[in-house]
């Protein structure tokens, strides 16, 4: 699958035994054991979205975690397996971190809760902190380059990325998470990396 | 079939999540991890798969601990009316036997009250006066046959005269003769006891020595006393009396017709 891929498997109605949503089924039967699977699956790589996400907030890390949990056991009933598991996951916890950002950053929520694109990326990069180094050439210097340009990049396009990332999700899923057309899910994500390849090289900011 | 050249994004792309790969990745901690699954689990209303889980007996003993909590507030409530009803019991008790009719009271008392007391009275034992001192004759002469045989005279015999010494002395080996008599061979030495216990008493009467005196001598004598003083039905009493312990003994001439009467 090629890494810009549009490409989205539909899950099936009767999802293969072992796979997220036959275990999504079975949790909400009641199978607790299913959920422990689920959880032990994706703990991982939710948590660090949300950190990404949130980054500066690390405080409210791991309640946007819990409530993203709390969330996906409240809605079992209702779940239906017609999207991925994963999807349906991440896109809890994004609304809770909305949300959550709207009672501290009201202007960083509706930024990640817009439906439109930026006209501009570059001058929505709400970290002035993030300083570039001019030169990164080691491998940890990349790290702590790229650190500081996900930091710097605008939250939509830091969305984007990281789901692309840590949902390993196409960019029909990325949309559907975001609420955006494919264009514009591509759009940022396309941003996003000339932004961070960039860092890479010592040439942004 | 080969895969397809990566684009120019493409490319950029894995460059990217190569650098960013190596950025140290945050975890949920092992509370977060527990935490999650505690309110999961509350949540469903279910306990964490994950937790160890507990055996039946320890389930069984939860259960019961929360269907015991209304038994134990029953049963505290039900302990503290008894306490209650047994601090007020010894008040009751006190009242009622203060107000108690007592003896000095006892005229007073209402009449049940008296009832039980009078009923109480004949019931009880009461201690009994000491017994009116015994007869005694008119002489000093003891009782020779109400004492018991292995006892010795009593001073006052010391002084009789020889001849009633002797009648003594044969009052009490008749008395011993028949008590021999009933009890077999086992009174068989007391008898000369009691004998030799009188002998002294008799030595200094060489004349009663010579003539062996009648059995019941001193009964005899105290029945011709009473017949001499008109108390025959007295005199009557003590022969039938004595007939009864001396079946076969031979009895005074004067007194055969006090017998004859007797037995009429």
Same mark, same amino acid.
């Given at each position: 699958?090629?890494?810009?891929?549009?490409?989205?498997?539909?899950?099936?109605?009767?999802?293969?035994?072992?796979?997220?949503?036959?275990?999504?089924?079975?949790?909400?039967?009641?199978?607790?054991?299913?959920?422990?699977?689920?959880?032990?699956?994706?703990?991982?790589?939710?948590?660090?979205?949300?950190?990404?996400?949130?980054?500066?907030?690390?405080?409210?890390?791991?309640?946007?975690?819990?409530?993203?949990?709390?969330?996906?056991?409240?809605?079992?009933?209702?779940?239906?397996?017609?999207?991925?598991?994963?999807?349906?996951?991440?896109?809890?916890?994004?609304?809770?971190?909305?949300?959550?950002?709207?009672?501290?950053?009201?202007?960083?929520?509706?930024?990640?809760?817009?439906?439109?694109?930026?006209?501009?990326?570059?001058?929505?990069?709400?970290?002035?902190?993030?300083?570039?180094?001019?030169?990164?050439?080691?491998?940890?210097?990349?790290?702590?380059?790229?650190?500081?340009?996900?930091?710097?990049?605008?939250?939509?396009?830091?969305?984007?990325?990281?789901?692309?990332?840590?949902?390993?999700?196409?960019?029909?899923?990325?949309?559907?998470?975001?609420?955006?057309?494919?264009?514009?899910?591509?759009?940022?994500?396309?941003?996003?990396?000339?932004?961070?390849?960039?860092?890479?090289?010592?040439?942004?900011? | 079939?080969?895969?397809?050249?990566?684009?120019?994004?493409?490319?950029?792309?894995?460059?990217? @999540?190569?650098?960013?790969?190596?950025?140290?990745? &945050?975890?949920?901690? &092992?509370?977060?991890?527990?935490?999650?699954?505690?309110?999961?689990?509350?949540?469903?209303?279910?306990?964490?798969?994950?937790?160890?889980?507990?055996?039946?007996?320890?389930?069984?003993?939860?259960?019961?601990?929360?269907?015991?909590?209304?038994?134990?507030?029953?049963?505290?409530?039900?302990? +503290?009316?008894?306490?209650? @009803?047994?601090? @007020?019991?010894?008040?009751?008790?006190?009242?009622?036997?203060?107000?108690?009719?007592?003896?000095?009271?006892?005229?007073?008392?209402? &009449?049940?009250?008296?009832?039980?007391?009078?009923?109480?009275?004949?019931?009880?034992?009461?201690?009994?006066?000491?017994?009116?001192?015994?007869?005694?004759?008119?002489?000093?002469?003891?009782?020779?046959?109400?004492?018991?045989?292995?006892?010795?005279?009593?001073?006052? +015999?010391?002084?009789?005269?020889?001849?009633?010494?002797?009648?003594?002395?044969?009052?009490?080996?008749?008395?011993?003769?028949?008590?021999?008599?009933?009890?077999?061979? +086992?009174?068989?030495?007391?008898?000369?006891?009691?004998?030799?216990?009188?002998?002294?008493?008799?030595?200094?009467?060489?004349? +009663?020595?010579?003539?062996?005196?009648?059995?019941?001598?001193?009964?005899?004598? @105290?029945?011709?006393?009473?017949?001499?003083?008109?108390?025959?039905?007295?005199?009557?009493?003590?022969?039938?009396?004595?007939?009864?312990?001396?079946?076969? &003994?031979?009895?005074?001439?004067?007194?055969?017709?006090?017998?004859?009467?007797?037995?009429?």
């Amino acid at each position: 699958m090629a890494l810009y891929s549009t490409a989205m498997a539909e899950p099936a109605t009767t999802p293969p035994p072992d796979s997220d949503e036959a275990l999504m089924l079975a949790f909400a039967a009641g199978d607790m054991a299913a959920f422990d699977a689920l959880y032990e699956r994706h703990r991982r790589a939710l948590y660090a979205f949300i950190a990404r996400l949130l980054t500066g907030r690390e405080a409210a890390v791991d309640d946007v975690f819990q409530d993203a949990w709390l969330a996906v056991a409240r809605s079992r009933a209702a779940y239906r397996p017609t999207a991925k598991f994963r999807t349906w996951l991440f896109q809890i916890a994004r609304n809770r971190s909305i949300d959550l950002l709207r009672e501290r950053r009201p202007a960083l929520a509706s930024e990640l809760a817009s439906r439109e694109d930026d006209a501009d990326p570059f001058e929505s990069i709400a970290d002035p902190a993030a300083v570039m180094p001019e030169v990164a050439l080691d491998r940890a210097d990349k790290a702590a380059a790229i650190a500081r340009a996900l930091a710097a990049l605008p939250a939509v396009q830091r969305e984007a990325f990281l789901l692309r990332e840590h949902g390993d999700m196409p960019l029909e899923d990325i949309a559907r998470v975001t609420g955006v057309n494919v264009e514009t899910a591509k759009s940022r994500l396309r941003y996003a990396v000339t932004k961070l390849r960039a860092a890479l090289r010592g040439i942004w900011p | 079939m080969t895969a397809p050249d990566p684009t120019p994004e493409d490319a950029a792309l894995r460059e990217v @999540q190569e650098a960013y790969r190596d950025l140290p990745r &945050a975890e949920p901690s &092992a509370a977060l991890d527990a935490r999650v699954r505690v309110a999961v689990a509350a949540e469903v209303g279910t306990e964490p798969a994950s937790t160890p889980r507990r055996d039946s007996r320890v389930l069984a003993f939860a259960r019961w601990r929360r269907a015991a909590l209304p038994f134990a507030a029953a049963a505290a409530v039900l302990v +503290a009316i008894g306490v209650n @009803q047994l601090e @007020q019991r010894p008040e009751m008790h006190y009242v009622a036997r203060s107000d108690a009719p007592t003896s000095r009271a006892l005229e007073s008392a209402p &009449a049940p009250a008296k009832e039980i007391h009078e009923e109480r009275a004949r019931l009880e034992p009461t201690p009994t006066p000491p017994p009116p001192p015994a007869f005694r004759p008119p002489t000093a002469r003891a009782p020779v046959i109400d004492l018991p045989v292995v006892m010795g005279p009593p001073p006052a +015999a010391k002084a009789a005269p020889a001849n009633e010494a002797a009648e003594l002395a044969a009052a009490q080996r008749s008395r011993a003769d028949a008590m021999s008599s009933r009890a077999g061979g +086992a009174m068989s030495e007391v008898a000369p006891m009691a004998a030799l216990s009188a002998a002294p008493t008799a030595s200094p009467a060489p004349a +009663a020595v010579a003539t062996p005196p009648m059995e019941g001598g001193a009964t005899f004598e @105290q029945i011709r006393r009473l017949l001499a003083e008109h108390r025959r039905d007295a005199a009557r009493a003590i022969l039938k009396r004595w007939r009864e312990t001396h079946p076969d &003994a031979p009895l005074p001439a004067d007194l055969k017709a006090l017998e004859t009467d007797a037995r009429h």
